[in-house]
Structure formats: C-alpha cells, structure tokens
C-alpha cells in the first residue's frame, strides 16, 4: 500500500499507524482538526522515511466540508489505496443525558461524520475495484452501558453500517475494516483511572497496520477483548440491567 | 491542561520513595506557554520514570508528562544530525535510524529513557572512556523557563544554561526539542568478547588492555562471593561489526507478570544465580558476533523487571571513585558488600575515561564505576549503604543522583563541587523531592 489518507491524524493511534506507513515508504495524505499538531506529525513522518507527506485540516462538525477533503487526498495522492478513519472523541455521557444538543453532537462526531466520509469513500472504491478502508470503532458499541451509552450508539452504529458496506464492497474486491480497540492509554482517556487492561496506543497502532495490509474483517485490539466482548453480550439483559457498567 | 487525582501514579523505577500529594499537569502542545501554577507550587519533567530514586518525583508539587511528545522534527542524513522532541525514546531512535545506518553516540543499559532524560542526567555507557557522556554530543536544544523565555542553548548560545541544564535534573526549565549528532554504523551486529576474571585484579588488568581495542565494554560482577573469589565477573566488550548476519532476531519481550514475594530474594537465590551467570561460559574467553539489543539492552527484554522485587521496591546505588589511588578502595567496597549478602542480580563495573563531562552536575568522572541493587529490607540496607557511602565520600567520589533515593545534603554538596554555580541558572518554578531532600 503506497498512498494513504488517514483522518484525524493527530490522535495518538492514528499517529502510531502512520508510523509504520511511513517506514515503510508509503505516501500519506493526513487530516485533522489542528494544523500546528499537524505539522509536528507530518515532519515526525518525513524524518521515519514517508515519500511524501500532505496535510489539511478539517472540522468533524462541518460535514459539507468533507467530500471536498477526500477530492483533494485524490488530487494529491493521485489515488487512494487505504484510508483510516480514526478522527472522534469521548463524549461527557453526563452532559449528553442533560441536553441533546451535546448528544447530537457526539454523534455528529463519530458518527455522522465518519459516514460522511464512508458514503464518498465507497463510491470511489467500488468504482477503483479494490483498496481498503478502515475505521477504528470501539468494543464501547458492542453493548450499551449506562456510563457511556451516547458514545457506544455511535460506535455501535459504525459498526452496524461497515458490516453492509463490508458486504456490498465484497464483490469488488474492496475489504472493509471495523477495528475494536479496548481501553488505550491516550490524551482521550487521560481522565481515567489506569488499569491492567490499558493498552499503550503503539500496540493498537501494530494491529491495526497489520488487519489493513491484510484487509481483515472485524479486529479486537488488543485480541482478548473479543473474549470480554463475546461474554458481555451474552449476559441476559434482565441481570445486565441491574449492573453498575 | 487538566489535573486528576484518579490518574495513573507516576513512580520511579525503583518504587522507592512512593510520592504523597503529587499531581500531573498535562500541556496540550509544547509551543504554549508552562501552565499557570497556583501559589508556590512547583513543576518538574516526567519522561519514562526510570530513574531509580526521587529525582523523576515531586511531592505536593506537580509532574509535566512529557513522554507524549515525541516526534522527530528533522534529520540530515549527510551529517547524522538529528533533531527531535524531548519525549522522543531512546527505542524510538533506535528503531528508525539503525536500519539507516546511525546508532546513539552514547546510550544506557535501557532504551526505554526519553531525549529529555538523557540531557538532564547526562547519562553514560558502555563507550565511556571513547565518548564521554551523553551531553558531550548534544549540539543544542531548546528551554521553556517559567517566565516564558525559549531559549535556544548550545556550547555557545547560552552556554551557561547548557550547562546547567545537562546532568540539570530537570531544575532548569522545560526542555523542548533536543538536537543531538549520531553516529554512523555498518551493521546491526558487534563483534563481542566476554572474558572471565576470577577477581578485582584480574578485571583492572583485563580493563586497562581492552579499552584501546575495544569502544563499548562493561563487566558484570558476582557479588556473592568472597576470599579468592571476591570480585569475580565476566567483561563484556564489543565494536559495531561490518558485516550483517542474515537471520533475523526476534523482537520478543515479556513482561514480568506481577509483583514478585519478598521472600524470593533471599540470599540463596541470589549466591545460585550468581554462580550460574558466572559459569555460563566454560573458557576464559568467548568470542562472537551479537546484535545491538542484547548487548546494550539485556533487561530490556524483560519489561517492567522492576516488579521483581516486589511492592517495596528496591535501592539502585551507583558510585564511583577516583581510580589514580589504589585498587584497595574498590576491593574494600566489594568485601563490605559481599559480607553484608545484601546485593543482588545486578552489580555493574566499568571504568570511566577522562573526557570530561560537560554538565555542571555531571556524575562520570575519572575512575571507576560500581552500579548495583539492594533490595528494599529497610534499617539493614541503610546501614550497609551508609557504610558504603562513608568509604565513597572519603576517596574523594561520588554518587549518582540519577539512582538515588538517600544522599545526605552533606555528601552532595561534597562531591557536586559546581553546585553553587548551578543553584543560580535553576528556574524557580521547577523542583524536585530528590532537589528539596539534598538541598534541604
């Protein structure tokens, strides 16, 4: 894979995957919200051996904007090989259950705006006959929890519409990629109280590398969490209801 | 910026002392100014918390994570000259430019330490008596003081703070980007030599031969022996090899799965594990081709090793001595040591050259280097280190701060003699609980 966009490239993640793409040569066209980080991890990329670095920047809640973003990445790339979606934040769930302007937003976020991309990103496979699109989800979408619900319906959601994008792009030899990473250590969980289960962001961004070159389906990362997943969905909802998640 | 007192508690690597009352300051981008800090609060630093003792700690006051930043910024590939944000790792180095063809002027016995940490304990390494310490090679890197000055400071801009801020533990300000000159490898490989010596003569003489031929050596020493035996080890040395080898190593690394019983390092582990390391080569001299991990990183392999010793922790002591005297100095350590059958795995011997360092707080300096662990047992270890201390401290040398959880304010205003000078570049916002104890 040589030309690769990945949006919200400055997220700690995102920027581990960009890592291993510039290693090993690729040409990357990288999209975020602040230019000033932007710039850090385009040179960060140069210095690892990227062919060429683009950047621009762009706003989750600005959804009109996107489709211009992606015509540009082509323009500049020429073509498009692989692209990470990996932009989103962790949404205050306490704020959002007060009022639904910050719900909407959450969704807007990681939600909307991912599909936003999506729905312009499978036109442009399809029609290119193979290439690989990825999007970093969360296992927060595999069950809703009382403590970050708002979070898991956009993740859930995601995951909902790869599966049919998956499906409809198989029979052009586009692979779709829905990655579930558990809790990583990074500026978005930075309020949280550290556990063994944390996951350093490098770890992640190794997996993901490997399930986008390999165009894998459905990826836990780190793995055991398919396992903490596959039993946390088959609590019945009657005891599930009753937990403190 | 944001604080939280659920957040991950940032230790150092000996886990002793533990900090009371400390919080993290988290900085969205290094271009800002330092965050605004509320009465007399001070900040410090915090890059991969491998210091052994408090000088990575600030009790009731603030840490700056820094680790987060940690990209490149540029790099020459006709010079070797690379420049790179002060969270950058030393792994992170290794891993993109030995595969170019560039290796670490100077590096310690771990990659994971951060730029920044290198700089402000003007760290050294097995190429001591080639290279000098770390700082020797830095060309220049940029300080954040609390009265928001960025100053660029080199040999020549600024040199006083260069100074200071090399071996500066972090009282100077908040470095920002580093730039630091490497140096050009062939291969991935050295060729090594490990020879046995059956005690401290033995290594003196082995050492002073090799160290003409050789650009990395380091000894390691069984220090559970005593009598004919005392001081005995193997000496390690190497040089980058030219030819590569074609099979590929594994980058294989396990984590040491839990915190480890008090009781498992008791004085018989340790005589047997001493006994086995020294044995595991049957002639005097070995010789062969290694690749750069495990001859510089042999713990590395073995993450969080730390764990061994338990939730106590363990004390880290690193001294040297000047070597012109006598060998009866360091002969007299190893014999209080091997008496008291307090140490543990890991006692380190090297002999430092006479380059000189060029941070004002600097710790190598010429002589000979002793680096081992004590388990944390409480009053006994202090006492053994206390007696130590007092043969160090009377043969003019010194400990390194880097290590240290104890030092009396007494013995390091003896054996940092610039101490003075430095006090007047440290930035008044930054401190730290090893800069309060041996200040104090």
Redesign the interface.
Known sequence: MNNIMIIGATS?IATEVAREFA?NGASLFLLARNQ??LE??A??LR???AKTVHTATFDALDLESHQRRLEQAVELLSDLDAVLIAHGNLPDQTECQRTYQETERALQTNLLSPIAFLTWLANYFERRGRGNITVIGSVAGDRGRQSNYVYGTAKGGLATFLQGLRNRLSFCGVTVTTIKPGFVDT?MT?????GPLFAEPRIVAKRIYKAMTRGQDVVYAPWFWRFIMLIIQHIPESIFRKLRL | M?T?K???EFLSWGKHPKPQGQSAL?IR?L?DPLPHLEGARTVLPFGLGRSYGDSCLNSDNSLIPIA?FD?????DPGTGV?QA?AGTSLRAILE?FVPKGWFLPVSPGTKFVTLGGAVANDIHGKNHHIAGTFGRHVRRFELLRSNGERLVCSPTEHPELFAATIAGLGLTGLITWIEIQLIPIRSPYLNTRTTKFRNLDEFFDISSESDALFEYSVSWVDCTSEGANLGRGLFMAGNFSESTKPNKRSNLSLPFPCEAPGWLLNSFFMRSFNTLYYNKQFSRVVEGLTHYEPFFYPLDAILDWNRMYGRRGFFQYQLVVPFEQDRSIIKEIFTRITKSKRASFLAVLKTFGDLPSPGMLSFPRKGVTLALDFPNDGAPTMTLMDELDSIVFAAGGALYAAKDARMSPKAFRASYPRLQEFTQYADPRFSSSFWRRVTG
Not at chain 2, 71 to 75: A, D, K, L, V
């Open positions: 700690a290693q000033e980080k850090t991890v040179n960060d210095v690892r051996g500026p930075q309020h949280l109280a550290k | 944001t939280n659920q957040e991950r988290h981008s271009r987060e990209h490149f910024i540029s790099f690379l944000e993109t």
